[in-house]
């Protein structure tokens, strides 16, 4: 039986502008392949997914879902090797596009030396 495809509205922060992105569950596999399809931003998601890059590392709001927190796969020691991480660090790869998301604002971080870890 098909899921319930639910209208979702993320506000996405990148170089201090805000960009709202609308999509539906499950359209995309993960919240770093919809930023990177609607911002065509160069350098992120370079890995296309697995999380061993970092370059799309993001940082949900404090007020976000506890289970958007709980990091999963390799994103711990991937995070580990970033520096600016914080409580509230994400790959964005590892998130799902779901209703969670939903009017939640999401902000790019700006990492110093992303790349392969």
């Known amino acids: 039986m098909p ?3 639910t ?3 993320v506000t996405v922060v990148y170089e201090e502008r805000e960009h709202v992105l ?15 399809d609607k911002l065509y931003m ?39 090797k970033i520096t600016g991480v914080l409580p509230t660090s994400r790959l964005s790869c590892h998130i799902p596009i779901d209703e969670r998301l939903h009017g939640l604002r999401v902000e790019i971080m700006q990492d110093e030396e992303p790349g392969l870890y």
């Open 22 to 36: 609308r999509t539906y569950t499950h359209e995309y596999r993960s919240l770093m392949a919809l930023i990177y």
């Open 42 to 80: 160069v350098n992120f998601g370079d890995c296309k997914g697995i999380g061993r890059c970092g370059t799309c590392h993001v940082r949900l709001p404090e007020y976000a879902e506890e289970t958007l927190l709980v990091r999963s796969g390799n994103e711990p020691n991937t995070l580990g």
């Open 7 to 9: 209208d979702i509205a």
């Open 3 to 5: 899921t319930r495809q």
